[in-house]
């Protein structure tokens, strides 16, 4: 019979130990199941967080990209506008010497002169320069030689002739000049 109590009693001392060890997981988990949730909570309130954040920089990106558009759009009409707007006291000067039927060859000529002046005023306030003089160095950046002749007296590569001045704003060429060359 002690084997039997043994034997009996064996099985309940591993019975209690086993119960205790499973109610002491069984609380744990609990509390892990809370701090879990709780982590999970705040992780998912962080994501809805950055994603908001996320959503609104990009809209606020949409929303300048269209800004700058329409802004880029409305400096270049500006621009445009005042340049134009600048050159309407030539155009006026043009149909006056247009519409005076009787003038003499001097009149029209010293209108236009004083039309040509305007417009060269125009020109300069915004920068434009003319270049393309006979006797500049010739360069095949800024002129664009159509003829070439054999000259002595100059030397070779040498603007011999111009035909069309060249426009430049800055450095940014226009047009060209449009030369005679020496060789």
Same mark, same amino acid.
């Given at each position: 019979?002690?084997?039997?109590?043994?034997?009996?009693?064996?099985?309940?001392?591993?019975?209690?130990?086993?119960?205790?060890?499973?109610?002491?997981?069984?609380?744990?988990t609990a509390e892990e199941?809370?701090?879990?949730?709780?982590?999970?909570?705040?992780?998912?309130?962080?994501?809805?967080?950055?994603?908001?954040?996320?959503?609104?920089?990009?809209?606020?990106?949409?929303?300048?990209?269209?800004?700058?558009?329409?802004?880029?759009?409305?400096?270049?009409?500006?621009?445009?506008?005042?340049?134009?707007?600048?050159?309407?006291?030539?155009?006026?000067?043009?149909?006056?010497?247009?519409?005076?039927?009787?003038?003499?060859?001097? *009149?029209?000529?010293?209108?236009?002169?004083?039309?040509?002046?305007?417009?060269?005023?125009?020109?300069?306030?915004?920068?434009?320069?003319?270049?393309?003089?006979?006797?500049?160095?010739? *360069?095949?950046?800024?002129?664009?030689?159509?003829?070439?002749? *054999?000259?002595?007296?100059?030397?070779?590569?040498?603007?011999?002739?111009?035909?069309?001045?060249?426009?430049?704003?800055?450095?940014?060429?226009?047009?060209?000049?449009?030369?005679?060359?020496?060789?």
């Amino acid at each position: 019979m002690a084997k039997k109590t043994v034997d009996n009693n064996t099985p309940e001392e591993e019975k209690a130990p086993k119960e205790k060890v499973e109610e002491q997981p069984a609380e744990e988990t609990a509390e892990e199941k809370t701090a879990e949730q709780t982590a999970e909570e705040k992780f998912v309130a962080e994501l809805a967080a950055q994603k908001e954040a996320y959503m609104r920089l990009a809209a606020e990106y949409d929303n300048f990209r269209k800004r700058t558009i329409k802004e880029k759009g409305e400096s270049f009409t500006n621009a445009k506008a005042t340049v134009f707007a600048d050159l309407l006291p030539v155009l006026d000067n043009f149909d006056r010497a247009l519409s005076t039927e009787e003038s003499s060859l001097e *009149d029209f000529r010293k209108g236009v002169e004083m039309t040509h002046t305007q417009l060269t005023d125009v020109f300069k306030n915004y920068g434009v320069e003319t270049f393309g003089e006979p006797g500049d160095q010739f *360069d095949p950046n800024i002129h664009n030689a159509v003829m070439h002749v *054999d000259d002595e007296s100059l030397e070779a590569n040498t603007v011999a002739e111009v035909f069309q001045k060249g426009y430049k704003i800055n450095e940014k060429i226009l047009r060209p000049a449009m030369v005679k060359v020496a060789n």
